[in-house]
């Protein structure tokens, strides 16, 4: 096939392509204006046309899936914003409300106590990193007329005393400090002095130089016995948990679960001055105290 025939046949169907969309065109279905021949041409084509819209439909979903994919993953993302915004505002709200429970709980101690101390809040703002449960540090020194060896409470209980203080902060001995002692009496006999020593661990204290007949029993309360100075009388310490006799039958020793949580302190009081004591002691004991007072380091 020579070269100039090519060239006429591609002539005709570029010439007949452009009839056929001329002829689509004006045999469109939007078309109000319907001669006889237009009618058989639609007609005809129609089929075709059918096809060429089914067509392009089918583009246009491809793309617009795209373009919607797009969208969807931008929504998503701005979705995922929102909602991390939302969760740490509900986090800082239900932060917010442990914090007026804690303070409103203090707030009441305060109100109930106010007969007995001065109290001064504060805040912890560390913990010794090398034995957690020893020492920890708090947000008021001696500008705020803190000094050493004054006791800190809390709503629940004893928690520790004054060990040292900066200008705007102080280091706090907790009871559960090996070397921590504090005179201690049955709150429910308050006739059984003994002394309630640290081990170190926030789960259990020791009562040690217990009389071998001294009525103590599991679920009594713990409590300050005043005696040694440090501690103001009658401030709980902890639960009896287990009784054990030292094996000369002389004497027996407690375990005591303390009633402060000192895992999660975050505020605590200061007892700035002992205006009254909580408890009296009963005069019928004063020579076993005399005795017990010779015993607290």
């Known amino acids: 096939m ?24 004006a045999t ?18 129609s089929p075709a046309q059918k096809g060429f819209d089914d067509l392009k439909n ?17 929504e998503n993302e701005e979705l ?5 915004l939302l969760e740490e505002k509900t986090y800082a709200l239900k932060e917010q409300e442990m914090e007026n429970e804690r303070l409103n ?16 809040l504060a805040k912890v703002i560390g913990r010794d990193i090398g034995n957690w ?6 947000n008021r020194g001696s500008n705020a007329g803190i000094q050493k060896d004054m006791a800190v409470v809390t709503h629940d209980g004893l928690v520790g005393i004054i060990n040292s203080t900066t200008a705007n902060t102080s280091e706090v001995l907790l009871i559960i400090d090996a070397e921590s002692a504090v005179g201690a009496r049955i709150l429910e006999n308050r006739v059984t002095p003994g002394i309630a020593v640290g081990t170190g661990e926030s789960d259990y204290m020791n009562m040690i130089l217990l009389p071998h007949d001294a ?7 713990i409590i300050t ?3 040694g100075g440090l501690y103001p009388e009658g401030i709980r310490i902890g639960i009896v948990a287990e009784i054990m006799l030292e094996p000369n039958g002389l004497i027996k020793n407690a375990q005591i679960e303390p009633i402060v949580d000192f895992d999660s302190l975050e505020e605590v009081f200061v007892i700035m001055q002992i205006l009254k004591n909580e408890t009296e002691v009963p005069s019928d004991s004063t020579e076993t105290i005399i005795g017990e007072q010779e015993k607290l380091p």
Request: charged share 20%; aromatic share 14%; with cysteine.
């Open 105 to 120: 709980e203090l707030l009441n101690y305060k109100q109930e106590k106010i007969e007995n101390y001065n109290f001064a």
């Open 80 to 84: 995922k914003k929102r909602i991390a």
């Open 58 to 74: 089918a583009m246009d979903n491809f793309f617009s899936y795209f373009s919607n994919n797009k969208k969807l993953q931008t």
């Open 215 to 221: 009525p103590l029993e599991k679920g009594q309360t």
């Open 225 to 227: 016995s005043g005696l």
């Open 28 to 45: 469109g279905w939007d078309n109000t204006i319907l001669f006889p021949v237009t009618k058989v041409v639609r007609e005809s084509l």
């Open 2 to 25: 020579t070269v100039k025939r090519w060239a006429i046949i591609s002539c005709l169907v570029i010439i007949g392509i452009i009839l056929s969309f001329f002829v689509m065109r």
């Open 133 to 138: 449960y020893q020492t920890l540090t708090i």
